[in-house]
C-alpha cells in the first residue's frame, strides 16, 4: 500500500525558508517519478517540482525556479522540497505526489487525488 506522509510546512515571512518532506512506503523510492504540487485556496493544482525515476528528467515551474529544490534521499526514502526566498504567492498546501504526467514543458496531476494530505504553507508578514 502506497503512502505519502508530507510535513514541514508551517508559517513563514517573505524571503523567508522552509523544507518540507515526504516519507514515501509501499514502494522503492529509487525507481519511481515523484513530485511536488501545490493547491491555494480558489486555485488549480499546479505541478511545482516533478522528477522522473532516477532524476534523468528534473522539471520545475517557472514560478519556483531559481528558489525551489528538489531532492530525494533514497535510503531514507523521502523526498525533500527546499523552498527558499519565498513570497506569500507560494501560499498553498503543497502535497507529495506519485501520479502525474511529466514533459519537459511541465508536469500535471494524473487523477483527482493527490495521495497524502498535504502540509500548509503559508507566507505571510
Known amino acids: 500500500q502506497v503512502q505519502l506522509v508530507e510535513s514541514g510546512g508551517g508559517l513563514a515571512q517573505p524571503g523567508g525558508s522552509l523544507r518540507l518532506s515526504c516519507v514515501v512506503s509501499?514502494?522503492?523510492?529509487?525507481?519511481?517519478?515523484i513530485g511536488w504540487f501545490r493547491q491555494a485556496p480558489g486555485k488549480d493544482p499546479e505541478g511545482v517540482s516533478c522528477?522522473?525515476?532516477?532524476?534523468?528528467?528534473?522539471y520545475y515551474a517557472d514560478s519556483v525556479k531559481g528558489r525551489f529544490t528538489m531532492s530525494r534521499d533514497n535510503a531514507k526514502n523521502t523526498v525533500y522540497l527546499q523552498m527558499n526566498g519565498l513570497k506569500p504567492e507560494d501560499t498553498a498546501v503543497y502535497y507529495c505526489?506519485?501520479?502525474?504526467?511529466?514533459?519537459?514543458?511541465?508536469?500535471?496531476?494524473?487523477?483527482?487525488?493527490?495521495g497524502g494530505r498535504g502540509t500548509q504553507v503559508t507566507v505571510s508578514s
Open positions: 522528477s522522473s525515476a532516477g532524476d534523468e528528467l528534473v
Open positions: 509501499g514502494f522503492t523510492l529509487e525507481y519511481y517519478a
Open positions: 505526489v506519485t501520479k502525474f504526467i511529466l514533459s519537459r514543458s511541465g508536469c500535471w496531476l494524473d487523477g483527482d487525488d493527490f
